[in-house]
């Protein structure tokens, strides 16, 4: 089993910023992509940030230049910085990891509990 637990969102003023962590433990073997997604109400869940094991980056246009990704790879953490926020980031907010629990085991998609992430004007 691997667990991933998030923590840091919270109310923010617009203009305002937060930082969401994310620690992967468990039966873990390897990591690959580590990343971020997020649900509005009434919306589908999209990528909004992703880093691969050798540090590419991928992020959703409407956060490049106020988001970024990062990674601890011997922590099997996930950070994502978010700056100048605005209400149209308000969403749950869920750390994704594409990892192994064995050198022999299928890539698996795993996926946190989600952590509000609220943006008032």
């Known amino acids: 089993q691997v667990q991933l637990v998030e923590s840091g969102g919270g109310l923010v003023q617009a203009g305002g910023a937060l930082r969401l962590s994310c620690a992967a433990s468990?039966?873990?073997?390897?990591?690959?992509?580590m990343g971020w997604y997020r649900q509005a109400p009434g919306k589908q869940r999209e990528l909004v940030a992703a880093?691969?094991?050798?540090?590419?980056?991928n992020y959703v246009d409407s956060v490049k230049g106020r988001f970024t990704i990062s990674r601890d790879n011997a922590k099997n953490l996930v950070y994502l910085q978010m700056n100048n926020l605005k209400p149209e980031d308000t969403a749950v907010y869920y750390c994704?990891?594409?990892?192994?629990?064995?050198?022999?085991?299928?890539?698996?998609?795993?996926w946190g509990q989600g952590t509000q992430v609220t943006v008032s004007s």
């Open positions: 994704a990891v594409q990892g192994r629990s064995g050198s022999l085991r299928p890539l698996v998609d795993y």
């Open positions: 468990g039966s873990i073997f390897s990591i690959n992509a």
């Open positions: 880093m691969t094991r050798g540090r590419g980056t």
